[in-house]
């Protein structure tokens, strides 16, 4: 359940934040492989860890995990980065994929150049398809 992927994050980081505060930011519900079911972003710029929002946020974006909810309604880690930004442009059931904006040393260039990737989810994992060449229009 949602509850049960919030509770998991609280317990991981209990061991490092006294204090934690979860924004509406923290968990976003998302349609991303076109089954049917609500999958899950965890985005830890919706964290507050002893009073800090940046903990794990940083040059190259801030710390995100994506699950993916079974039949049973359990959720899988299909993968995490460290992302700007995630769209969730094809969710597509044959082949689920969505876009990722990172930091430009993910596609080589300096930092401050920003690089966007296609990624699928295929049996549950993250896979990297390769590098947008154009912009989508923002």
């Known amino acids: 359940s949602i509850e049960s992927l919030l509770e998991a994050a609280r317990t991981d980081l209990s061991g ?34 002893d009073g800090s929002s940046m ?6 974006g801030c710390a995100m995990n994506i699950y993916v909810q079974r039949t049973d309604g359990s959720f899988l880690k299909a993968g995490g980065m460290h ?3 995630l769209e969730f442009d094809r969710p597509d059931p044959k082949e ?25 989810i295929r049996d549950g994992q993250i896979v990297e398809l390769g590098e947008v060449e154009s912009s989508p229009e923002e």
């Open 16 to 49: 490092t934040c006294n204090s934690i505060t979860f924004t509406n930011e923290f968990l976003q519900r998302n349609e991303i492989t076109g089954d049917g079911l609500d999958d899950a972003v965890v985005d830890y710029r919706g964290l507050v860890c």
């Open 55 to 60: 903990m794990y946020c940083g040059s190259a």
């Open 83 to 85: 992302a700007h930004a």
């Open 96 to 120: 689920p994929s969505f876009l990722a904006y990172l930091h430009g040393n993910e596609c080589g260039r300096s930092g401050a150049e920003a690089c966007i990737i296609r990624f699928a």
